[in-house]
Nanobody
Framework: QVHLVEAGGGLVQPGGSLTLSCIAS????????MGWFRQAPGKEREFVAGISRTEGSTDYEDSVKGRFTIFKDNDQNTVYLQMNNLNPEDSAVYYC??????????????????WGQGTQVTVSS
């Protein structure tokens, strides 16, 4: 069982940038598909970005394409989410998640097995 801990959230002005990190322990990242999800108040948890186990292929939710980048360092067992040109609609709690089975990256949150505690991102002037 892998344990995930996110960091890097905070308050940022519109147009600003943040990079979230997720450190995994209890298992190597290369065994898992890794994803970032977010949940705003009153809304369902939604997929933001994901990355495959070894070849590093990625997928994104449409509204973040071109602004967010997911990448990982298998040696450091860490996955990152670089977020640029943030807008208030990006405000949410961001969660890191790991998926054990299958090969699909962009799937609902119920398919991901392990979750971090979340980190708050607030975009406001």
């Amino acid at each position: 069982q892998v344990h995930l801990v996110e960091a890097g959230g905070g308050l940022v002005q519109p147009g600003g940038s943040l990079t979230l990190s997720c450190i995994a322990s209890g298992g190597p990242l290369r065994y898992y598909i890794m994803g970032w999800f977010r949940q705003a108040p009153g809304k369902e948890r939604e997929f933001v970005a994901g990355i495959s186990r070894t070849e590093g292929s990625t997928d994104y939710e449409d509204s973040v394409k071109g602004r967010f980048t997911i990448f990982k360092d298998n040696d450091q067992n860490t996955v990152y989410l670089q977020m640029n040109n943030l807008n208030p609609e990006d405000s949410a709690v961001y969660y890191c998640a790991a998926k054990e089975l299958g090969f699909s990256v962009k799937v609902p949150s119920t398919y991901y097995n392990f979750w971090g505690q979340g980190t708050q991102v607030t975009v406001s002037s």
